[in-house]
């Protein structure tokens, strides 16, 4: 076995179990009518997000994909793959909270984020536990500087709510598809209303809002779109606005405008 030798050399299936979880047997109604995401990146250099561990087992995509299916559940490799009347049912499984186009995209259609020692927890026991010890938070705020917790409530370190973009315009301006799509996808999914901006005369004196747009988009039309009295933002901001669950003011901080920097998403 690949993994197993990977992580321990010849010493087997066994140590791999004791390690990752089991993979459940003869239990696929543990996850049954459940459907999953799953996403991993490299942890942020940044020593604030890095100063509080979320997992000690390693996330092995291959192993967790194995137990989620041999449970009965269902995995998705990508997230315009699952039914929009699925998103109740779907979990996204990560090591810890991030900024991936998955996770991103979980955050906007409040698809909650869970520890993959969860999946391990309920492997090792056939049965499903509570799974609130183990939500992720929705992620990291650095105009608060701290984690903001996935559910919504009145207390600050909780999300205002899921979709802070009700009843606000984002106009989306890139040269880019891929740009345009994406983040039209999420800022629809976070209860915002976009428009696409492609040239010059889409810039009109009756828009309001926003302008989401990126480093290649014309100058000139940034300008005027500024001019005309929209909030020029990156998508710094809109990833912001996610995590704390409502509007942040461009204004709070220079990132949230910035179009070229190196952690724009």
């Known amino acids: 076995m690949y993994i ?19 993979i459940p ?6 996850f049954r009518n459940k459907h999953f995401l799953l996403t991993c990146t490299v942890p942020s250099k940044s020593i604030e997000t890095n100063a509080k561990q979320f997992a000690i087992t390693p996330f092995v995509k291959q192993h967790i994909r194995r137990q989620i299916e041999a449970g009965g ?13 699925k998103y109740k049912q779907c979990k996204l499984i990560a090591p810890r909270p991030s900024i991936t186009a998955m996770y991103v995209q ?14 391990i927890q309920c492997c090792q026991v056939l049965m499903l536990v ?3 010890p183990y939500v992720l938070p929705a992620g990291w ?3 608060e ?14 999300r205002s709510t899921a979709t802070p973009f009700a009843s606000v ?39 309001t809002g926003y302008l989401l747009t990126d480093q290649e988009f014309p100058e000139d039309i940034k300008i005027k779109a500024s001019r005309n009295g929209l909030l020029v933002v990156s998508t710094v901001w809109v990833v912001q606005c996610l995590i704390m669950g409502r509007i942040c003011h461009p204004s709070s901080n220079e990132k949230l405008t910035q179009i070229y920097q190196e952690d724009d998403y």
């Open 25 to 30: 047997v003869n239990a696929k109604t543990l």
């Open 145 to 158: 500087n701290r984690f903001i917790d996935w559910n919504c409530g009145r207390a600050k370190d909780k």
């Open 141 to 143: 705020s650095f105009l």
């Open 4 to 22: 197993a030798r990977e992580y321990f050399g010849n010493d087997g299936k066994d140590s791999l179990d004791q390690l990752l979880g089991p």
């Open 169 to 207: 315009c984002i106009n989306v301006a890139s040269l880019c598809k891929d740009f345009n799509d994406f983040w039209s996808r999420v800022c629809k999914l976070a209860g915002g209303t976009v428009r696409l901006i492609k040239t010059e005369s889409d810039i009109t004196e009756n828009l």
């Open 130 to 132: 509570d799974q609130k």
């Open 73 to 85: 559940g269902k995995v998705y490799q990508f997230f315009e793959d699952v039914p929009k009347n």
């Open 106 to 119: 979980c955050l906007a259609s409040d698809i909650v984020a869970v520890s993959h020692e969860w999946i």
